[in-house]
Structure formats: structure tokens, C-alpha cells
């Protein structure tokens, strides 16, 4: 299986913020890399897919970039509702893999 | 607008199977376009998918399941189900079921269930 690796595990932030996620694969991943946010008790939310692409409806200060092995999400400044717990996710090779998540808090 | 819900027993035995049904709406299970997945979420934990059915006859199950998993489509009723046998304390997690869809490049989730949580207990 393919390991997905998230760092920082967990990050304080205040509104206004750039904050930056990184997403490492134990093996190259091409751009097969999509992101998630996922609030208490709420299923996971799209964000982007195909390591940079945005999801419809998802504001633009959200974006993702890299390929291969190493992954990040950016958000360019934080608001209020973007406090919450972000997974990656791999689709290059079955079982489809997920990080283990990054928790955002307000600071 | 697409949606998803699940629905099963609120708790399961050990030993026993658990058995989970996802109803969709707004769309048809039909359309050899999507995957149909579960994905379960230990509490406190990250995300484990457990595998997809397609209409067009796809079927993958993660190998850490396999042998005690099996994901169905009932087209006449929009619903798909998954089945794990022989649960113990550590099938405890909130079930997902979900969307799969492909892009020219990868697999992605993109519309979820609620989430339902099936504890295992005696």
C-alpha cells in the first residue's frame, strides 16, 4: 500500500493566516492527490483533485500543488469556517489511501 | 443534486455481520460513470476506504478486508450494501458510504453519506 504522511499533525492559526499542509507518499504518486476538509461529526468535503485542481464551489484561497511524492495545501488566508481537520488522499495505485489528517485550530 | 444516505443496525455483536445499505437519490446507481464506496473512520482516527462496486461490474476491496467484505447493488432499489463478517471490537467506526468518480487523472470521492456509526459490543 501506498503510505500517506501529513505534517504537521496539528496547527494553530489565526484568521488571516497563510497556513501550508504538506503530504508525503511513500512512493511516487504522479498527481494522483486529492484533498478533503472534514468538520466534527460531518463527512469529509472535497476540496481539490489532481493535486492542484479546485472543486466546484470551493473558494479560491484554497490551493494545492506538487506531484510525485511530495504534496501541499495552501490556504492563502484563513477564515473563520476553514478551522477543521484535512485529509490527502491518494489514487494512483489500490487501496486507495488516505494521510492521517491535520487538525486546524484557531490559535 | 446528488445524495447519500445510510442506514443500518445501530450496533452489532461481535462475531456477527454487519450489514450497511446506502440509498441514493438524485442520481441512478446505474451509470457506469461512478463507484459506488464505504469508507469507514475509527473514532478519533483517519480514513480507511474498504472498497467499490460500479454498475459496469468493477468490485475492489482493500486486501486488509477482503476476506470479510462484500459490497452489492440492488439497481431496483438505488441502493448499495456492504456486508463485513466476523466484526470485533475493532470494526467500531462511523461508515461512509460515497461517490467515486474518475478525471483524467485520478479517483476521487465527491459526494459523501452523513456517516453512521456501528459500535461493536456485546
Known amino acids: 500500500d501506498i503510505q500517506m504522511t501529513q505534517f504537521p499533525s496539528s496547527l494553530s492559526a489565526s484568521v488571516g493566516d497563510r497556513i501550508t499542509i504538506t503530504c508525503r507518499a511513500s512512493?511516487?504518486?504522479?498527481?494522483?492527490l486529492n484533498w478533503y476538509q472534514q468538520k466534527p461529526g460531518k463527512a469529509p468535503k472535497l476540496l481539490i483533485f489532481?493535486?492542484?485542481t479546485l472543486y466546484s464551489g470551493v473558494p479560491s484561497r484554497f490551493t494545492g500543488s506538487g506531484s510525485g511524492t511530495d504534496f501541499t495545501l495552501t490556504i492563502s488566508s484563513l477564515q473563520p469556517e476553514d478551522f477543521a481537520t484535512y485529509y490527502c488522499?491518494?489514487?494512483?495505485?489500490?487501496?486507495?489511501?488516505f494521510g492521517q489528517g491535520t487538525k486546524l485550530e484557531i490559535k | 443534486q446528488v445524495q447519500l444516505q445510510e442506514s443500518g443496525p445501530g450496533l452489532v455483536k461481535p462475531s456477527q455481520t454487519l450489514s450497511l445499505t446506502c440509498t441514493v437519490s438524485?442520481?441512478?446507481?446505474?451509470?457506469?460513470?461512478?463507484?459506488w464506496n464505504w469508507i469507514r473512520q475509527h473514532p478519533g482516527k483517519g480514513l480507511e476506504w474498504i472498497g467499490y462496486?460500479?454498475?459496469?461490474?468493477?468490485?475492489y476491496y482493500n486486501p486488509s478486508l477482503r476476506s470479510r467484505v462484500t459490497i452489492s447493488l440492488d439497481t431496483s432499489k438505488n441502493h448499495f450494501s456492504l456486508n463485513l463478517t466476523s466484526v470485533t471490537a475493532a470494526d467500531t467506526a462511523v461508515y461512509y458510504c460515497?461517490?467515486?468518480?474518475?478525471?483524467?487523472?485520478?479517483?476521487?470521492?465527491?459526494?459523501w453519506g452523513q456517516g453512521t456509526l456501528v459500535p461493536v459490543s456485546s
Open positions: 438524485g442520481g441512478s446507481i446505474s451509470s457506469g460513470d461512478y463507484y
Open positions: 488522499q491518494q489514487s494512483y495505485r489500490t487501496p486507495y489511501t
Open positions: 489532481d493535486a492542484s
Open positions: 512512493q511516487s504518486s504522479g498527481n494522483y
Open positions: 462496486i460500479n454498475f459496469s461490474g468493477f468490485i
Open positions: 460515497a461517490r467515486g468518480s474518475a478525471t483524467v487523472v485520478s479517483f476521487l470521492f465527491d459526494y
